[in-house]
């Protein structure tokens, strides 16, 4: 019961992790503005946000996640935990209307529910 218990807090840890780099890196693009045109004003654009301390807090997070992850496997079957990494889609999602008034459309609300269906069905 304790290892299934663990393997949960991990994947969550993952998930976690994983949608704090992503929520950073789309204020931080939004933030630099649109792409540049040319090769070497992008290579600049790129090296700029690379060298930001939230993209690279994001970055940090992306490793963190991973040794989460890697603990998760130790705890639990990759079949078992592996669908619950889905449930970032579901956070991204609401987080992405409310943070950056994204659409939320019909399709993706039918998309989110299979997903969440996939995931009972799968954890069973």
């Known amino acids: 019961m304790m290892d299934r218990t663990l393997a949960h807090i991990f994947i969550l840890l993952t998930v976690l992790f994983g949608f704090y780099g992503q929520m950073v890196l789309k204020w931080q693009v939004n933030l630099a503005g649109p792409l540049p045109a040319t090769w070497p004003e992008r290579a600049t654009y790129v090296l700029r946000l690379l060298l930001n301390p939230w993209v690279m807090s994001s970055l940090a997070g ?3 996640g991973m040794v989460t992850w890697m603990m998760a ?4 079957e990759l079949s078992y935990a592996y669908p619950f990494t889905s449930l970032s889609f579901v956070l991204i999602l609401v987080a992405s209307a409310l943070l950056f008034d994204e659409a939320v459309t019909p399709a993706k609300l039918v ?3 299979l997903i969440v269906a996939g995931i009972i069905v799968s954890s069973r």
């Open 62 to 64: 992306a490793f963190l």
């Open 111 to 113: 998309g989110l529910g």
């Open 73 to 76: 496997l130790t705890k639990a």
